[in-house]
């Protein structure tokens, strides 16, 4: 702005110096002519008196060399000449100043010579006596004064258009100096040109309104990272290129990536197949589910087009963690298949000695044995059915659990005299050590649990070894610990012994009889009163369950 400020009022008074110029010398030089005129005449009529006096007498009397004088005849032919032998010139009455002195008494012209540097004025009177006079005087054009002027014109002007770059310099720079200095975030304070006065106003409503707007995108961007944040799901927003505009932190983490840079396309976080038909199916305007597996998870995608007046503008993409789920899935499929299992055994063996005995095969000495087998396995059948209902309770959290004040010493010492035969069969020294501890829960289940724990350590133990049931009051938790000096748990099956029908040796279940769901009842009965496991075991050296629960009543 301050160069087109400068340019303009430099331009304007380099022309106005021009024309002032010019003017000036057009001026000087019409003045001078009107003056040179003027003289002319005066000495026109002086002479015009001299002439009436003492005729060419009085002419050759006053020969003067700047001004020529020329007496004409009425008819045109030249009586006298103060330049040139009057025989020797032509007629003058075509002369434009003698036709006019003569019709009207007084006559002027000029004639420029060839070369344009000079001028010739004229000025003719009539006498008296019908002749005509004539003076002329030669001066400079217009031209030869221009041209006489040009060098020192030329350095006048060169200096006024110096002094003029600098005053318009200062002028442009004193004039946007003000505006420059205007702080736009707040214009109504700024000193300048009442004439600006009513742009400032504009510029700070508008200032006002595009806060205002910006607080109100700030505030929605806050809640949609506020809310998309929390989200489970992953969430990328991107645009028709496939770069990302916008995602959340569950997005990264499903994704399996560190970070993620706004702008980055979505090909270089996963190429995996799923991704891009996700994306293409997206950018053909269709919805598309696609399954993922990365970073150890397993993932729904959930693909859909963002349409602006009708053109595909970009893509959502909704990652759905769904790994528990086909986990849960996993693990149904597999408890179905042991649920059958395990219910097809009993019921086999049911079944075979019931043929036999229907087939008359038993001898009547030996049909107590075979009821015995029949009434054994049905027993198992049963057990094995309670567990699983015991289990799906514990699973759907069933509103038929209800917690009551128990103490859990008792429950400790009941279930140690229920086992003391089984554990007396296998000659097992089964010890407890236990405090008054009231505890707010579920009886059924928390019985169930210590005596689980304690029919493993039995079930499990060596010929002569040993089981101690430990119930202390710690800092801040509750702690059951059942230890036991049996065969013990390898490493890597100590993570899945929890899960149900898994056994760590299948040979010795089949002798040691049990569900295979009495560890993962225990599981689900801590994790119903938010307790936690943990297990210590080495082969050949017994294995240390300890239940830490947490304080419900003091």
């Keep these: 702005m301050t160069n087109r400020i400068f340019r303009a009022i430099f331009l304007v ?3 106005v110096m021009l024309a002032v110029s010019l003017l000036t010398m057009g001026m000087m030089y019409q003045f001078s002519a009107e003056e040179t005129t003027e003289k002319l005449q005066r000495e026109t009529e002086y002479i015009a008196c001299g002439i009436e006096t003492d005729g060419v007498r009085y002419l050759e009397k006053i020969k003067d060399a700047e001004t020529r004088i020329t007496w004409v005849d009425a008819d045109g032919t030249v009586l006298y000449d103060s330049s040139a032998d009057v025989s020797e010139m032509e007629n003058h009455g075509d002369r434009e100043e003698i036709k ?22 004229y000025h003719a009177e009539r006498l008296t006596d019908g002749t005509i006079l004539r003076l002329s005087v030669e001066t400079m054009s217009v031209v030869a004064v221009f041209l006489t002027m040009a060098f020192p014109l030329v350095l006048i002007l060169a ?18 100096s003000p505006i420059n200095e205007i702080d736009l975030e707040h214009p109504e304070q700024a000193e300048v040109y009442e004439e600006l006065t009513p742009l400032l106003r504009r510029i700070a409503v508008q200032n006002r309104e595009i806060h ?43 994704l399996g990536v560190d970070a993620v840079t706004e702008g980055e396309n979505i090909f270089s976080l996963n190429r995996s197949a799923a991704v891009r038909r996700s994306v293409e199916g997206a950018l053909a305007g269709e919805h598309r589910e696609e399954r993922l597996e990365a970073n150890g998870r397993i993932c729904q995608i959930f693909a859909n087009p963002v349409f602006r007046e009708e053109e595909i503008a970009g893509m959502i993409l909704v990652l759905l963690d769904a790994t528990e789920k086909e986990e849960r899935e996993q693990l149904r499929r597999e408890f179905t298949a042991n649920v059958s299992h395990e219910l ?34 049905a027993q198992r059948l049963i057990a094995l059915v309670q567990d699983i209902i015991k289990l799906s309770k514990l699973d759907e959290k069933d509103t038929s659990l209800c917690e009551e004040e128990v103490q859990l010493d008792a429950l400790v010492q009941e279930a140690c005299e229920r086992l003391q035969p089984a554990a007396e069969r296998k000659r097992i020294a089964l010890s407890t050590e236990t405090e008054p501890i009231l505890f707010r829960g579920v009886k ?41 000096t049996g065969i013990g748990i390898a ?25 295979g769901l009495g560890l993962s009842i225990v599981k689900h009965g801590a994790a119903l009163h938010n307790g936690k496991i943990f297990i210590e075991s080495e082969i050949g050296n017994g294995t240390s369950i300890e239940i830490s629960l947490p304080y419900s009543i003091n």
């Design 13 to 15: 008074a380099a022309a």
């Design 100 to 121: 006019e002195a003569m019709q009207s008494g007084e006559g002027n012209s000029k004639r420029i010579s060839a070369t344009l540097s000079g001028q010739t004025l």
């Design 159 to 176: 200096m006024m258009m110096a002094v003029s770059v600098f005053l318009a310099f200062r002028t442009a720079k004193n004039i946007t």
């Design 212 to 254: 205002r707007q910006m607080a109100e995108l700030k505030r929605r961007k806050e809640e949609f990272d506020t809310i998309t944040s929390n989200m489970q799901e992953g969430l990328l927003v991107m645009d028709g290129e496939g770069d990302i505009l916008s995602y959340n932190a569950a997005a990264k983490t499903l």
């Design 444 to 484: 059924q289940v928390l019985s169930e649990m210590i005596y689980n724990l304690c029919d493993n350590a039995i079930r499990y133990n060596k010929e002569g070894g040993a089981v101690f049931v430990t119930l202390k009051r710690r800092t801040d938790r509750i702690s059951l610990t059942v230890r036991d």
């Design 491 to 515: 490493k890597e099956e100590q993570g899945r012994i929890f899960e149900r029908f898994y056994r760590v040796d299948a040979s010795r279940f089949a002798e040691n009889g049990g569900t």
């Design 344 to 377: 097809k055994t009993p019921l086999t063996s049911i079944s075979g000695f019931a043929e036999i005995m229907k087939n008359g095969m038993v001898p009547p000495a030996d049909m107590g044995k075979f009821a015995e087998k029949i009434y054994n396995e």
